[in-house]
């Protein structure tokens, strides 16, 4: 794809749009009112809005280097507080995907410059989940289980935000996580229960 074919495609849509609603960009342009936070992986494969089958108006997107929340990212928590306080999302996702690189990146031992801060979260939870881990013997099914294990502790640390933990307990509020599957092009649900996780946390950061 080059640069004349974006603008091409960009007034395919923008017609396309027109077509269905003359008032569609009119009224786009008045607010949004999303239901969905959704915290994703940068990589081009994993688009959130396509995998979710979302229209522009619905998520709320943030995107960084191997779906993580780390509480001293500004810009992630700056995205988290809007989203939570001012366009009170229902739902907080974090969304890992199958062959992340990041995660992959993590795995081994290179010194990738100024990723490493990321990746050594990922190490963390490779060190916190070392035993199980350890214990599988595929390789490739150790790395997807590494990924599915960074998506959970993600939603750990989003439960750590104190904007959250009020929605939380308010009840407005529920935290999904997610692993999009690249080669099958489906969303798995990994049935997170941040209650139950945080039971290793001290009563600061749990939410019941």
């Known amino acids: 794809m080059n640069v004349e074919e974006v603008f091409s495609n960009n007034a395919t849509w923008v017609n396309a749009q027109l077509g269905r609603d003359p008032e569609y960009f009119n009224s786009l342009s008045k607010g949004q009112a999303p239901d969905f936070l959704y915290i994703g992986c940068s990589d081009s494969r994993v ?13 709320f997107v943030h995107r960084n280097v191997a779906n993580m929340v780390n509480n001293l990212d500004l ?29 992959q990146a993590a795995m081994g031992s290179s010194d990738l410059g100024i990723i490493n801060p990321y990746l050594k979260s990922i190490r963390d939870v490779m060190r916190i989940h070392k035993d199980e881990l350890d214990a599988i013997a595929d390789d490739d099914a150790r790395y997807r289980r590494l990924i599915e294990l960074n998506v959970q502790e993600q939603c750990i640390n989003l439960t750590k935000n104190p904007e959250v933990q009020q929605a939380l307990k308010a009840g407005s509020l529920q935290i999904h996580g997610w692993v999009f599957d690249i080669g099958t092009g489906k969303l798995i649900d990994l049935g997170v229960d941040v209650s139950a996780l945080q039971s290793g946390y001290s009563d600061t950061f749990r939410i019941d």
Not at 47 to 59: C, L, N, R, S, Y
Not at 94 to 103: A, E, F, L, S
Request: glycine share 12%; with cysteine.
């Open 47 to 59: 688009p959130a809005e396509t995998i979710m089958g979302a229209v522009p108006g619905e998520v």
């Open 75 to 103: 810009s992630a928590m700056s995205v988290v507080n809007y989203a939570v306080v001012h366009l009170k999302v229902k739902h907080a996702v974090v969304c890992g995907h199958y062959y992340c690189g990041g995660v």
